[in-house]
């Protein structure tokens, strides 16, 4: 059996998405910037896309900017949003991913601003009171919080973020990538200035996204070279991936309800199994459905002799997990946001990420192979 419990660093592609991908590179070739027949037709296609996110997000159709992805919607919020209305301070938190937290280290080490970070707790919850703390003792900020932590799931009350940023006058940008899709986003309700979408997280395809900027902000291009995206981003669009993105959105929408009592039922018993088959098990960040990302899952195994193998061995026996973000394999420097959240360095711990094509049989497989691996068993 293969495996694949890693849909946090990205999905498969949901086969409607690809048929509707797959008619577009087939019949409309069109640059969407011609002004000839095949040329409308593209950008028929945009714009009809466009429409159709902002309608899932109760938002305009202007508000919403396609992008190659989600790090790079994020360093157009964070770096035209600080430059663009002249920001000196910034607020984010050490759990942030790195598309977030090396845009703003950059930008500190340039002198452009004063970067300071919000207190977590050990299960990665944001504390709010030092939040308004520092937007209070700072001018006017940048606050950069996710929704939902990418490695240990962890929410944030984004209602609540947009109120404190909202009193203290300050523009707030939220990693989205991990929940669009997955939750609901009203966007004349929630306080945002600045959401993002990776379409490949929620069965889309990689290398398009898009960046909503609120109409009561203001911000000039991060790409020059053309005047797409109503002149705020140059650059051909990518009409295809738009147009999956659009479907994957519209999919994910319509079966959310389904899809999310589902998977949630799935990483409920695998919870369950780990903590009847394996002995020392703990987990990172929130497991409390209230609290968590329904699709994320971190355990931390008591097997420390073995820290380095887990993953491979996993590997070995066909299971696809992850040690953190997938934006960091490869390095061996260990998981940022395990360290600030005060995690054991001399435990493994492993994410595992699941979608609505996994099963229980999956889960079986590989809590038996993990029970197996740890070798230290109830």
């Known amino acids: 059996m293969r495996v694949y419990f890693d849909n946090a660093a990205t999905t498969p592609i949901d086969p409607e998405v690809l048929k509707e991908m797959y008619k577009v590179m087939e019949n409309n070739y069109g640059n969407p910037s011609s002004i000839h027949a095949h040329g409308r037709e593209a950008r028929s296609l945009i714009e009809r896309s466009r429409k159709t996110i902002a309608n899932l997000l109760h938002t305009s159709p202007a508000e919403i900017f396609f992008t190659s992805g989600g790090t790079e919607a994020d360093n157009t919020a964070i770096r035209c949003g600080i430059i663009d209305n002249q920001l000196k301070h910034a607020v984010s938190s050490r759990?942030?991913?790195?598309?977030?937290?090396?845009?703003?280290?950059?930008?500190?080490?340039?002198?452009?601003?004063?970067?300071?970070?919000?207190?977590?707790?050990?299960?990665?919850?944001?504390?709010?009171?030092?939040?308004?703390?520092?937007?209070?003792?700072?001018?006017?900020?940048?606050?950069?919080?996710?929704?939902?932590?990418?490695?240990?799931?962890?929410?944030?009350?984004?209602?609540?973020?947009?109120?404190?940023?909202?009193?203290?006058?300050?523009?707030?940008?939220?990693?989205?990538?991990?929940?669009?899709?997955?939750?609901?986003?009203?966007?004349?309700?929630?306080?945002?200035?600045?959401?993002?979408?990776?379409?490949?997280?929620?069965?889309?395809?990689?290398?398009?996204?898009?960046?909503?900027?609120?109409?009561?902000?203001?911000?000039?291009?991060?790409?020059?070279?053309?005047?797409?995206?109503?002149?705020?981003?140059?650059?051909?669009?990518?009409?295809?991936?738009?147009?999956?993105?659009?479907?994957?959105?519209?999919?994910?929408?319509?079966?959310?309800?389904?899809?999310?009592?589902?998977?949630?039922?799935?990483?409920?018993?695998?919870?369950?199994?780990?903590?009847?088959?394996?002995?020392?098990?703990?987990?990172?960040?929130?497991?409390?459905?209230?609290?968590?990302?329904?699709?994320?899952?971190?355990?931390?195994?008591?097997?420390?002799?073995?820290?380095?193998?887990?993953?491979?061995?996993?590997?070995?026996a066909g299971i696809s997990a992850s040690g953190g973000s997938a934006c960091s394999s490869g390095t061996d420097i260990g998981s940022h946001v395990l360290s600030a959240i005060g995690g054991n360095s001399s435990r493994p711990s492993v994410r595992f990420s699941f979608s609505k094509y996994n099963t229980k049989e999956e889960v079986d497989f590989t809590v038996a192979k993990l029970k197996e691996l740890c070798l230290v068993t109830v």
């Open 95 to 316: 759990l942030e991913h790195h598309a977030v937290i090396h845009t703003l280290e950059a930008m500190e080490k340039l002198g452009t601003i004063k970067l300071s970070f919000v207190d977590v707790d050990g299960k990665g919850n944001i504390n709010y009171d030092h939040l308004e703390e520092l937007l209070k003792n700072n001018s006017r900020s940048l606050v950069s919080l996710m929704h939902a932590n990418n490695e240990l799931g962890t929410i944030s009350d984004m209602e609540r973020i947009g109120d404190i940023c909202e009193m203290h006058n300050a523009i707030y940008h939220s990693d989205t990538v991990q929940t669009m899709g997955h939750y609901k986003h009203d966007l004349k309700k929630l306080k945002a200035h600045f959401m993002v979408c990776a379409a490949h997280k929620l069965h889309g395809p990689k290398g398009i996204g898009f960046l909503h900027v609120n109409h009561r902000i203001k911000i000039k291009p991060f790409i020059y070279g053309g005047a797409q995206e109503r002149n705020m981003r140059g650059g051909t669009e990518n009409v295809y991936g738009i147009v999956g993105l659009a479907k994957a959105l519209e999919i994910a929408y319509a079966d959310m309800e389904q899809n999310h009592q589902y998977v949630q039922g799935l990483k409920t018993y695998m919870i369950d199994q780990l903590k009847e088959n394996v002995y020392g098990i703990d987990f990172n960040g929130e497991i409390d459905p209230m609290k968590s990302l329904y699709t994320v899952l971190n355990v931390s195994f008591p097997c420390s002799d073995m820290a380095d193998m887990l993953l491979f061995n996993l590997d070995i």
